[in-house]
T-cell receptor
Framework: AQSVTQLGSHVSVSEGALVLLRCNYS??????LFWYVQYPNQGLQLLLK??????LVKGINGFEAEFKKSETSFHLTKPSAHMSDAAEYFC?????????????FGTGTRLQVTL | DAGITQSPRHKVTETGTPVTLRCHQT?????MYWYRQDPGHGLRLIHY???????DKGEVSDGYSVSRSKTEDFLLTLESATSSQTSVYFC????????????FGPGTRLTVT
């Protein structure tokens, strides 16, 4: 069975500081990994995804994530936080077997950006 | 933005009443999913569909049923709502399986009193 662990349910950074949101996964097969962002009272929006190939993945809004197989990690980073980055972030792993791709989500990390 | 709508967007109902939530897509995607979002749990899969009339259970399917009679519509029914089903419900669609991302609707906030 797959699982995702997001360390830190709340992360607070100053505007302009580095953003680091942690995600570790467990999967019996090579994973497909996703980061989604959720703004208040909205649905989830895809930030980026890892499928195969290059382990450093760039996404929207200046975010990127690095797939590290040896550490079973897929941490999300952004060099300089902006107030508009305040939201909840979810890491997810896709089940590659069966009749559909079922996503298993982490419990989420709420990012607060302060002045 | 992917063309996904959910209705109603908000609903308050009483324990024991039936409730149906609707997801409608204009993307002609084959796969559709229902998730619920609860604090401390992230999103959990309730049911999914891999084609018209083809559905299967997800992680938290007890107390829920689904139907898909047309490509564009995926209905989630709570046969007899309970307070534990108070949640935010999200529909998602995807073009295919594997590395294809899922696109999410705006959500339905359901309160069972």
């Amino acid at each position: 069975a797959q699982s995702v662990t997001q360390l830190g349910s709340h992360v607070s950074v100053s505007e302009g500081a580095l953003v680091l949101l942690r995600c570790n996964y467990s999967s019996s097969v090579p994973p497909y990994l996703f980061w989604y962002v959720q703004y208040p009272n909205q649905g989830l929006q895809l930030l980026l995804k890892y499928t195969t190939g290059a382990t450093l993945v760039k996404g929207i809004n200046g975010f990127e994530a690095e797939f590290k197989k040896s550490e079973t990690s897929f941490h999300l980073t952004k060099p300089s936080a902006h107030m508009s980055d305040a939201a909840e972030y979810f890491c997810a792993v896709s089940d590659r077997t069966g009749t559909a791709s079922k996503l298993t989500f982490g419990t989420g990390t709420r990012l607060q950006v302060t002045l | 933005d992917a063309g996904i709508t959910q209705s109603p967007r908000h609903k308050v109902t009483e324990t024991g009443t039936p409730v149906t939530l609707r997801c409608h897509q204009t993307e002609n995607h084959r796969y559709m999913y229902w998730y619920r979002q609860d604090p401390g749990h992230g999103l959990r899969l309730i049911h999914y569909s891999y084609g018209v009339k083809d559905t299967d259970k997800g992680e938290v399917s007890d107390g829920y049923s689904v139907s898909r009679s047309k490509t564009e519509d995926f209905l989630l029914t709570l046969e007899s709502a309970t307070s534990s089903q108070t949640s935010v419900y999200f529909c998602a669609i995807s073009e295919s399986t594997g590395y294809y991302e899922q696109y999410f609707g705006p959500g339905t906030r359901l309160t069972v009193t």
